[in-house]
């Protein structure tokens, strides 16, 4: 796994640091497609530093003139500044605090940010040239805080610091001051958390709220932009919990705790559940050959005993032209079925048929259980249960709206988002 960066004396690991837990990228299947690398990849372990390098509010200070604000800037401090008009800013200088580390995620390449994250679009695909389609992720876009002794917790806020320690909301953005003095705003896109109730055993999903700069809670605005914030959400927290949910409008990120991890299913226990379908010997109703998924690291590119499934139906096949109701299909991709609609030789059933891919990224998995059921329309395979909690699970999608997706590589699902597989056992 991730070990912590080693580009700045703070972050040199020590022997068995302890690991707060992981940020995942949904929609990648255990790997960008360009591979990870560096501070850019699809998952983020955050270990305990060697050296604390967490901040806390200490000094206010309300400044009439630019000559004001460099007098502050120049002390080289964490701060945050709230541009209130032409004439007023105040800002809030934060001092170290030995007892957290922090960590930045978001769109910049600049060295305070940890985890590099660009847009995620459906099909497990990283994003276009931004020149092309413009990004929606923040460049400093959020920042989590974690207790260094137990019980570890995590804490998320909107907004990083900037190369210049700064995070800087200006006049157009939404900010006010709270009824104990304290200013707090919101990011332009925002953050969006869900936490939900009994992760993984028995997963509920909770409600979608924004959380603050200065990580208060909230409800969501009536779009992703508006001018006004929803109403404070009381009692909530913004501490993540195993299988928290952080949107930051162009990719979602799953948040697995240390102790969530070591519970949940490991690379090996899926390659283990590979083997033993492969073992099994499934077989082409037609063509009579036996079925086998690639292994894990070859699970990104069509093999000839693939199996391909009849979504609407979920009878298992090997790829084959009968039943075809039109011509010239395109190779499909990973997470990519053909639009084809085809009769199923078994049930006579007409839908798409599309190869089958095994989910590869553990993190995403509820339980241990044996790969039976399919996405819909993607194909790929995990558990029962954990194709239904993320078919019933909606991500914010768009300005206001919300949808289901395939974790493993962001393809929208459709109703019910899933299909139970229907294997073929051998005829001898």
């Known amino acids: 796994m991730n070990s912590p960066k080693k580009d700045a004396d703070d972050d040199v690991p020590v022997k068995d640091p302890v690991k707060y837990g992981e940020l995942v990228i949904l929609g990648y299947n255990g790997s960008l497609p360009s591979g990870d690398r560096g501070r850019r990849k699809s998952r983020f372990a955050l270990y305990r530093r060697a050296k604390a390098n967490g901040v806390k509010p200490s000094a206010v200070h309300i400044l009439n003139t630019p000559q004001d604000g460099k007098a502050v800037h120049s002390r080289g401090q964490h701060s945050i500044s709230f541009t209130l008009s032409r004439n007023q800013t105040v800002v809030v ?134 001018p006004t914030r929803g109403t404070l959400a009381e009692g909530e927290s913004s501490a993540l919990r195993d299988g928290s949910l952080v949107d930051l409008c162009g990719a979602t990120l799953l948040w697995r705790t240390g102790e969530g991890l070591m519970r949940s299913p490991t690379l090996r226990h899926l390659e283990a559940l590979r083997q033993e379908l492969n073992a099994s010997r499934p077989q082409c109703p037609v063509g009579l050959s036996t079925l086998a998924f690639p292994s894990l690291p070859r699970s990104h590119s069509l093999e000839e005993r693939q199996p391909w499934v009849y979504l609407t139906c979920g009878h298992v096949h090997g790829r084959h032209d009968w039943g075809q109701r039109s011509e010239g299909v395109a190779q499909p991709r990973e997470g990519e079925g053909s639009t084809t609609r085809r009769e199923c030789p078994l049930c006579r059933s007409v839908g798409p048929y599309v190869p089958l891919w095994l989910g590869c990224e553990p993190a995403v998995y509820v339980d241990a259980g044996a790969p039976t059921h399919a996405f819909v329309p993607c194909g790929h395979v995990c558990s029962e249960r954990t194709a239904r909690y993320w078919a019933e699970t909606p991500l914010p999608h768009g300005t206001h709206a919300f949808r289901a997706v395939c974790p493993f590589c962001s393809a929208a699902l459709s109703s019910p988002g899933w299909t139970r597989l229907i294997f073929q056992g051998p005829i001898d």
């Open 93 to 226: 200088e934060y001092c170290h605090d030995n007892s957290t580390d922090m960590f930045q995620i978001g769109r910049s390449t600049e060295s305070p940010i940890d985890f590099v994250v660009t847009d995620t679009s459906g099909g497990g695909k990283e994003g276009e040239d931004p020149s092309i389609a413009p990004s929606t992720i923040s460049r400093f876009a959020c920042r989590v805080v974690c207790e260094r002794s137990p019980p570890y917790t995590a804490r998320i806020y909107a907004a990083g610091f900037d190369s210049s320690k700064n995070i800087f909301l200006g006049e157009k953005a939404t900010k006010w001051k709270n009824p104990d003095g304290h200013m707090d705003g919101l990011t332009t896109n925002g953050v969006l958390v869900m936490h939900p109730e009994g992760f993984p055993e028995d997963p509920k999903q909770g409600l979608w709220r924004e959380i603050s700069v200065c990580g208060d809670v909230y409800a969501l605005r009536e779009t992703r932009s508006g």
